[in-house]
């Protein structure tokens, strides 16, 4: 079993930067694929932004491309999310997943999941 504890989120103006975290423990001599999903009110879970389990590869979603880059370190078993040029659109709360099988755009795809971080970004 691994528990995954996200970080990291709060109120930042449009045009601000965040960092998220998300320490994983438990089960962690294995590495897993990870991605980070966010959540608005009323909305479906959608995918953000996912990284292989060494750190060779990354996806992001269209909406988020160009300004988020997650980065893994496995020495500190920890997974971040570097947020930059936030906008209003960007309000949700924000999920860490670790991958075992399936796809990487769907919440189906990841077995474990964090309880979320809430990232406000005001106009």
């Known amino acids: 079993q691994v528990q995954l504890v996200e970080s990291g989120g709060r109120l930042v103006e449009a045009g601000g930067s965040l960092r998220l975290s998300c320490a994983a423990s438990?089960?962690?001599?294995?590495?897993?694929?990870m991605g980070w999903f966010r959540q608005a009110p009323g909305k479906e879970r959608e995918f953000v932004a996912t990284?292989?389990?060494?750190?060779?590869?990354?996806w992001y979603a269209d909406s988020v491309k160009g300004r988020f880059t997650i980065s893994r370190d496995n020495a500190k078993n920890t997974v971040y999310l570097q947020m930059t040029s936030l906008e209003p659109e960007d309000t949700a709360v924000y999920y860490c997943?670790?991958?075992?099988?399936?796809?990487?755009?769907?919440?189906?795809?990841?077995?474990?999941w964090g309880q979320g971080t809430q990232v406000t970004v005001s106009s």
């Open positions: 990284i292989t389990s060494n750190g060779d590869s990354t």
């Open positions: 438990g089960r962690t001599d294995r590495n897993y694929a």
């Open positions: 997943a670790a991958r075992v099988r399936g796809s990487i755009y769907r919440p189906s795809g990841y077995e474990y």
